[in-house]
């Protein structure tokens, strides 16, 4: 009976075990997010040890340790938040894209706005597509994001901006080896080339096939946390490979790349109107 009365937390009401089940759910999905991050994972959890001494020590009502607690704590996290903020924006970027977020809140800015998305039209196509039919005859690798809902700005921002209509020569003079932009990826939005050299998050997968390089490895990273279409030209072998949802398929011609680009945004015109009628 003593040492309830210390712990007097113990005494449950519905509404405690209520708060239980939530924080409980709260951190289930928390684990959820950062999973397949080591690192943020690890200081999640010392967060979380730290927090529940914190409450140990105040239920013993030792006022100089939950003092002291307290201000590592408040200290601790703005500092956590400024040194892993890429770590974090990315995890936000994968809650946005799960939950449709993302998408619901860009649908709702272009109703306000006035504005439509602008969609690969079958000329911005035929141009990629024919420059990555030359790229794998010539053996130059390549790596082209094409982004859909989830904003990429973070990834363009790690690379230079260009602006310009899609063109199969410009696209494989930023791939030609003697280029200074050719090291990284290439950012298509909205019809558009907007970025080169942008550095792409790296898959944490550890079945990948040993053939798959660098490009494919950051082709599933940025697939893995994004909604983009990924095009991997390999420069060993010349393959060409579509990166979705952390899935990589071989390529057998130019043509199934095409029909795969078209479908690809024929199913998110069809996924904004679904939206878009829901509300």
Known sequence: ?????????????????????????????VFRWI???????SIFMAI????????VVAALDMRLMSAILGTVLDVGVIALIVIFQPEIRRILTKFGSSYGITARG????????????????SEAVKELTE?????????TGALIVIQHETRLD??????????????RRLIMNLFFKNSPLHDGAVIINDGRVVAARCTLPITEKT?????????HKAAIGISE???ADVIVVSEETGNISFVKGGQVKRIGNINELKLLLTNSFSDQKAGDESKNAGQ
């Not at 999973?35 to 994972?41: L, M, T």
């Not at 860009?106 to 039209?121: A, M, P, Q, Y």
């Open 1 to 29: 009976m003593m040492l309830l009365e210390i712990f007097g937390f113990l005494r449950l009401s519905f509404a405690d075990i209520l708060d239980i089940l939530l924080v409980a759910l709260i951190i289930y999905q």
């Open 35 to 41: 999973r397949g991050s080591s690192v943020i994972s």
């Open 48 to 55: 979380l040890a730290l927090y529940v001494l914190r409450v």
């Open 106 to 121: 860009k649908s709702f800015l272009n109703r306000i706005l006035g504005t439509t998305d602008t969609k690969l039209d």
């Open 131 to 139: 420059a990555c039919r030359s790229m794998s005859l010539d053996k």
């Open 154 to 167: 973070y990834i363009i921002d790690t690379g230079d901006r260009i602006d310009a209509n899609i063109n």
């Open 207 to 215: 079945d990948i096939p040993p053939s798959f390089g660098m490009r």
């Open 225 to 227: 946390e994004t909604d």
